[in-house]
């Protein structure tokens, strides 16, 4: 039974091992559910984790395509992808920055809505080059021309990097959420949104120096 999977079980268990190992490290994407979480709740969060596996699906289907790699082997257009990423963190980064505190005593109990949340989430995934480079360095690795079904396997690898990721960020989400509910002081408020938006502009500057020709 094991022998009629797409990848093989060797590879798909260290494929699983490595997947975790990324999944854990923090990002853009964790910063982004935390933060969405903390400031407007655990449906925006859950909404925002979504947009992330939304993200990863669709960059799974352009390395299956060849997308991926067009993008990564043509500077101008790695260029721009990594340009218009830095943009949209630092317009995140900008934006949080300047946010104020929630006022729950006037019902306003989301500052952030969770189809915003989604759509945060799917744009910081797309546009982060780091991952067209992942994808590029880590499915190769993990796929066997020689058992067929090309398409299968990495559609596969993707699934599991989905599930790992969902859990994880699943957990983060309930973890701010607990949090939240701790920190509903104006002054705790606005030093998670100067926080999150200064390192949204730390990212966003990587991003850029990246992206820009020594």
Do not use: C
Not at 52 to 80: D, E, K, M, N, Y
Not at 183 to 189: A, E, M, R, T, V
Request: hydrophobic share 55%; charged share 10%.
């Amino acid at each position: 039974m094991l022998d009629s999977l797409p990848v093989s079980p060797p590879l798909l268990s260290g494929f699983a091992a490595l997947a975790v190992a990324i999944v854990v490290s923090p990002g853009p994407d964790t910063l982004l559910i935390l933060r969405h979480t903390m400031t407007s709740g655990r449906k925006t969060g859950f909404a925002t984790v979504v947009g992330v596996q939304l993200g990863v699906a669709l960059h799974t289907a352009a390395a299956a395509l060849g997308l991926t790699l067009l993008i990564a082997g043509s500077p101008l257009l790695f260029r721009i992808v990594a340009l218009a990423g830095a943009a949209y963190l630092g317009w995140l980064g900008l934006e949080a920055w300047r946010s104020g505190a929630i006022d729950f005593a006037e019902g306003n109990e989301s500052s952030v809505s969770p189809r915003r949340g989604l759509a945060d989430a799917i744009m910081t995934n797309l546009l982060n080059p780091k991952v067209i480079v992942l994808f590029l360095a880590l499915m190769p690795g993990f796929v066997e021309p020689e058992r067929g079904q090309v398409g299968l396997q990495m559609a596969t690898l993707g699934l599991i990097l989905v599930s790992i990721n969902t859990v994880w960020q699943a957990g983060l989400v309930l973890l701010a959420g607990w949090a939240r509910g701790h920190l509903l002081k104006p002054s705790w408020q606005k030093a998670i949104n100067r926080t999150s938006g200064g390192v949204f502009l730390i990212f966003a500057a990587l991003m850029l120096f990246d992206a820009t020709p020594l």
